[in-house]
């Protein structure tokens, strides 16, 4: 064991973990880049996809690696019913719309947290018995969890097809026309309304897939949300809301960041070095780091 | 006409007083008692709990019981003709605030004579003023800073240890295992950035000067966070003789979990129970943990020195749908030790069951915990409320501490 | 020639009922006033007082969010550093030094409005949601910082002491009234800064700036150093609120009083009635802590998440009906009666 071996230790678990809040965070981005909403109800979102794939695990003792599609599919079509059940009507509102679909999610994620309790009960659950559950790859004394690594990968993929979406399909230019312009598509014949559910359907599914990474090594109970919630702010709000490849960068830097402070100053201020940077970022680039004014 | 002498006040509030007991005793009324815990938000786990195991102490006070245990065995409470309890719940989310106003809703519209809480110190702390500004006794069962019981108040009552007796049992052990020849010079303290955590490791920091122990790893961390692999690998690299961890079910998990993953083993671990004695944490990385040590207030298997355990580990498991644990059974217990105060008070007056509160003397083998009586100090803490120290080996908890009621040798060390 | 003399005859007109409305609202306010302060004679029940005293000082926090919030625009969703502030300066001198409340209040306030203009300038730079996020974060430094510094208690917390009771050190042992005429007096206060923020110039340059982007860089310096004092105001009430807080638990520990739940619980009732309103806190108030507090009392001794259920659902249900707030209710039958 050499010396710089901690010292790796942190920078490598902090790098897996910087993927996994990035893919966490760029849902909230995406909707919030197409429609100027900041989703309050996202780390429920989150515990929601922790919990369909426990069920789902607990219900057919498949791995949740091969659950993950059917997660993702599950939330896809929950993100919609909220757009259509939830968001359209809040964003009706003629003074100070923000406010009040910021009001609106709160309840929302109020609503769920206490469903999941109803439902689920308030008993902490984690998934026994995975493929890459409590494995461990050996990299020269740097420890790298499967799951950490299979998360890693996982995000960086996922942003990749999220690259590909978005400069090559239909569907991704008419989302990128719907955030440059909302009045406009409507005389190009995109249907606003029609886009903005796709788009709360791909934010949705995009933390169901977090989710379902997550669950594998994180325990599960009805306010699991919160614990990843302002991680995910912050990393949007530090790439830049509305930029997916400013979240992929912000999430990395978050995770490496929160990891090295611990060198530095006492673990139980760890998150003081990921604020203060983000705050030394926004005061020089008041737009985040790929955000657009 | 306007003159009414003492005597005859006098004469006609005794009238009175009997006339309320009988009127107790012929309705079979009902004493109610409030009951404040989280039962919802990040802790409701807890308190859902909790809800179970003091109704089950209801049932063993409101039926007949063949049971060793204060008022199990005649059906409600004698000294009152029969009464019986009734439980109000309320949830304080975890808020000092609000279990403040719980208590204080309890004590004016629902007229508990006393209140049982709180599970989180803070709201112990508020919920406690309360009652005392309406004399009424609060029995806390399970809040165990040390300083709850150091504020001068009349009517707080504490049936459990407290953080620093259960440190100064950790200690003795840790002394006994020395003396047998066990090498143990380093500790790493790793706790949780709340008044559990900060009181814990108070303590235990004190207590390691004082015996000669050398702290070379001390780890304060934020409760419930995302990762703490950056923690874990401080602790690794120090590599202390003994693990001295103070955190909450969600924490001890992922601090199990991450070691696994940073493929350390610790050499020892005597946790402050907490978390680590929770089912939760048993079923989500039992394999990782043989051989750890949680100092306790319970073990099921002292079921042979105090016979009453297995049935009330039946009764509550035929409720909640597991095993009595630490909380549960001291939850249980007090309100088992509050019923037979009013037993005892024969009254439903606050200063009454406060002074009946204050009397208490129930020796260790008519309780379910491995305490050696209930009697209360002067501050209203129990001093003989002795902890245990329990080990998790071959799936279950065997008692390895203190001598007098250990089943088994403990295992040590942990890992090698 | 006539279409001057009109128009300054029309202007004086308007404003000689601009002056007549608002003295009529000042009137109107001194009524509503009076009515609650009215109100402990039929509210005998403590539990019901303390609801009470929630009410109002959640609606004073609220009116001194919306100052900024509602007014400048700029929602801050970090104002619970500012209550904690409040709390811990007053618990502090208190417990510590035996000095009075009342100054640990006074000297509260004045050290958060203090820091709202050191972190003004920065933040003041930020637009929409990122200043919010930006507040978010800073609360929560400050919440971490608190939670580690061991003088102040780190999570043990300050306890106060109990049967000093009286005015000179806000303790009143089982009497809640004092506490009810606090509240309402802080809530009064806050209400005629708004009032009288909104009839000054201030009021006109923000109103211009929110209505026109075009007035907004023509104001521009002007318009930067009154939200600065905006923020400064705000700022102050809130830690008044918080040392009143801190007074009325006899407790705090720093998720206590500076958790981001405090944050979104200053800016709620003020959306809920109606943002950038004289009585929107108010009413939003009136609905959200009696309906908090009444659903936790009596559904959720269950442990089954129901009162959750419930209050979730009515507040996001209360977004969505009204998404302007339960106050446009209010004023659609007004102008329904005058026309």
Redesign the interface.
């Known amino acids: 064991m050499t010396s710089a071996q901690p010292f790796l230790q942190v920078l490598a678990s902090g790098l897996a973990m910087g993927l996994i809040y990035a893919l966490i965070a760029v849902g909230l981005s995406l909707i919030f880049g197409l429609m100027d909403v900041v989703n309050f109800a996202h780390g429920e979102f989150l515990m929601l996809a922790m919990y369909a794939t426990f069920g789902l695990f607990f219900e057919t003792a498949l791995d949740p690696i091969v659950l993950a599609p059917l997660v993702v599919a599950i939330m896809f079509v929950l993100g919609i019913s909220v757009y259509a059940g939830v968001v359209r009507y809040a964003m009706r509102a003629k003074t100070n719309p923000g406010m009040v679909q910021i009001f609106a999610t709160f309840g929302l994620a109020i609503l769920i947290q206490g469903l999941a309790q109803y439902f689920f009960t308030p008993d902490y659950r984690s998934i026994p018995n995975t493929w890459l559950g409590g494995k461990t790859l050996n990299l020269g004394g740097v420890f790298l969890p499967w799951p950490q690594i299979y998360g890693g990968a996982i995000s960086l993929a996922t942003f990749l097809g999220l690259y590909l979406l978005i400069s090559r399909t239909d569907f991704g230019k008419a989302l990128e026309a719907t955030r440059e312009d909302q009045g406009a598509v409507a005389l190009v014949g995109i249907d606003r309304n029609r886009i903005f559910a796709l788009g709360w359907g791909l934010g949705a599914a995009l933390v169901g897939l977090a989710g379902a990474v997550l669950a594998i090594f994180y325990y599960i109970h009805p306010n699991v949300g919160g614990t990843f919630a302002l991680v995910a702010y912050v990393t949007v709000a530090l790439g830049g809301f509305g930029s997916i490849f400013g979240a992929l960068v912000a999430g990395i830097i978050v995770g490496v960041v929160e990891a090295l402070t611990t060198l530095i100053l006492p673990p139980a201020l760890k998150s003081v070095g990921i604020f203060t940077l983000y705050l030394g970022v926004l005061f020089i680039r008041p737009s985040g780091l790929l955000g657009r004014l | 006409m306007r003159v009414i002498d003492r005597r005859e006040v006098f004469l006609s509030a005794a009238a009175l007083s009997l006339i309320g007991a009988r009127a107790f005793a012929q309705s079979g009324a009902e004493v109610p008692v409030g009951v404040i815990y989280p039962l919802s938000g990040a802790n409701a786990q807890i308190g859902v709990d909790a809800r179970h195991a003091l109704e089950t102490a209801a049932d063993i006070v409101n039926k007949s019981f063949d049971l060793d245990l204060p008022t199990a065995k005649n059906a409600g409470l004698a000294g009152l003709g029969g009464a019986k309890i009734k439980l109000i719940f309320a949830d304080h989310q975890g808020d000092p605030q609000k279990g403040r106003a719980e208590a204080e809703r309890l004590i004016t519209q629902d007229k508990v004579v006393a209140i049982v809480g709180a599970f989180h110190s803070s709201v112990s702390a508020t919920a406690s003023v309360t009652c005392e500004r309406y004399g009424i006794p609060y029995v806390t069962a399970d809040s165990s800073s040390p300083s709850l019981h150091k504020r001068g108040l009349k009517f707080f009552f504490r049936t459990t240890a407290h953080d620093e007796m259960f440190s100064i049992a950790m200690f003795e052990f840790l002394d006994a295992q020395r003396k047998a020849g066990r090498k143990i010079d380093t500790l790493g303290l790793f706790f949780e950035d709340t008044i559990f955590g900060t009181d814990s490791s108070n303590v235990q920091r004190k207590l390691a000067a004082e015996r000669g122990y050398k702290v070379v790893v001390d780890i304060k961390y934020k409760s419930n966070s995302p990762s703490l692999t950056a923690e874990v690998q401080q602790i690794k690299t120090a590599n202390p003789d003994v693990l001295l961890p103070s955190s909450y079910t969600t924490d001890a998990i992922l601090l199990m979990k991450t070691m696994d993953e940073l493929g350390y083993k610790p050499k020892n671990i005597v946790a402050q129970a907490a978390g680590f004695s929770d089912k939760a944490f048993f079923d989500a990385v039992g394999d990782k943990a043989v051989g750890l040590i949680s100092r306790a207030s319970f073990s099921l298997d002292m079921a042979q020195k105090r016979p009453s355990i297995l049935k009330v580990n039946e009764m509550f498991k035929a409720r909640a749908g597991r095993d009595l644990n630490d909380n549960t059974s001291r939850q249980l217990m007090a309100v088992l030790v509050l019923a037979d105060a009013i037993d005892r008070a024969r009254s439903t007056d606050g200063e009454k069951i406060r002074d009946a509160l204050a009397t208490t003397e129930i020796p260790g083998n008519r309780t379910i915990m491995p305490w050696k009586r209930v009697k209360f100090g002067a501050d209203g803490q129990n001093v003989d409320a002795d902890p245990v120290l329990i080990q998790y080996v071959g799936g279950q908890f065997v008692t390895v501490y203190p001598a007098a009621v250990a089943v088994a040798e403990p295992l040590w060390p942990m890992n090698t | 020639m006539t279409e001057l003399t009109l128009s300054r005859a029309e202007t004086k007109s308007v404003a000689s009922s601009i002056a007549e409305m608002r003295r009529f609202e000042i009137l109107k306010a001194l009524a509503i006033f009076a009515l609650v302060a009215a109100l402990p004679i039929i509210v005998h029940?403590?539990?019901l007082q303390?609801v009470l005293i929630l009410t109002l000082m959640f609606a004073a926090l609220s009116q001194s969010w919306n100052i900024l919030?509602g007014y400048c625009?700029q929602?801050s969703l970090g104002n619970a550093l500012y209550f904690g502030i409040g709390a811990y300066v007053t618990s502090m001198l208190f417990v510590g030094f035996s000095i009075t409340p009342w100054l640990g209040l006074g000297l509260g306030g004045v050290l958060a409005a203090v820091l709202a203009v050191v972190l003004g300038y920065?933040c003041f730079?930020?637009?929409?949601?990122?200043f919010?996020?930006?507040t978010?974060?800073?609360a929560?430094?400050g919440l971490?910082?608190v939670?580690?510094w061991d003088y102040a208690g780190?999570?043990?917390?300050i306890?106060w002491p109990?049967g000093q009771d009286g005015w000179t050190t806000l303790q009143f042992?089982?009497n809640k009234i004092p506490y009810f005429y606090l509240a309402l007096g802080l809530f009064v206060v806050t209400w005629f800064v708004t009032f009288f923020i909104e009839g000054s110039r201030w009021g006109y340059w923000w109103r211009a700036v929110r209505d026109n982007p075009e007035a907004a860089r023509s104001l521009g310096v002007e318009v930067f150093r009154s939200k600065i004092a905006a923020a400064a105001v705000s700022a102050f009430f809130t830690a008044v609120g918080g040392g009143f807080?801190a007074a009325?638990?006899?407790?705090?520990?720093p998720?206590?009083v500076m958790s981001?739940r405090f944050s979104?619980l200053f800016?709620?009732p003020a959306?809920?009635g109606g943002?950038?309103t004289l009585w929107g806190p108010a009413v939003g108030a009136a609905v959200l802590i009696p309906l908090t507090?009444i659903l936790?009392?009596y559904a959720?001794?269950?442990?089954?998440?129901?009162?959750?259920?419930?209050?979730?659902?009515?507040?996001?249900?209360?977004?969505?009906a009204k998404?302007?707030?339960l106050l446009s209710l209010f004023q659609l039958m007004g102008r329904g009666r005058s026309t």
Not at chain 3, 248 to 253: A, C
Not at chain 3, 310 to 320: C, E, T
């Open positions: 029940d403590v539990y303390n919030g625009g929602i920065p730079r930020l637009k929409g949601h990122y919010s996020i930006a978010i974060v800073i929560e430094i971490l910082l939670h580690n780190a999570a043990l917390g306890q109990v042992a089982r807080y009325f638990v006899g407790y705090i520990d998720d206590s981001f979104l800016a709620l959306v809920l943002i950038g507090e936790r009392s959720g001794g269950s442990g089954n998440g129901l009162d959750l259920i419930i209050y979730g659902g009515l507040v996001m249900l209360v977004a969505l998404p302007d707030g």
